[in-house]
């Protein structure tokens, strides 16, 4: 079943810094929710526990060698691959490594 409620509820238990949410995706395999701030240049993925991890969008993170332009959308697949879509049009692909 589908509820919905205030969204002043949930405002204030999202982090500071994040600016605005331009992608949701809750990755049902890991109990992952993911979390896409274009504004922020990051995704928070955030566990069932409540422990959040900050993934920063900007080159020299993530093997990034650029900044990701304008981040809009975000899934993942089956293989644990996350993707995140950009303007205009660019697919970025996250691969799991052993020690992530």
Known sequence: ALSVSDSLTHRAS??????DISGL??????????????ESDVVVVSDLD???KVMSLRR???????????AEGI???DRDTLWIVS???????FTRTASS
Request: hydrophobic fraction near 30%.
């Open 14 to 19: 999202l982090p500071w810094f994040l600016k």
């Open 25 to 38: 995706h809750y990755d049902r395999n890991n109990g992952l929710l993911y979390v896409l701030s274009h």
């Open 50 to 52: 409540g422990g959040r």
């Open 60 to 70: 020299g993170h993530y093997g990034l060698r650029r900044d990701i332009p304008q």
């Open 75 to 77: 899934a993942s697949d």
């Open 87 to 93: 303007e205009p049009n660019l697919f970025y692909r």
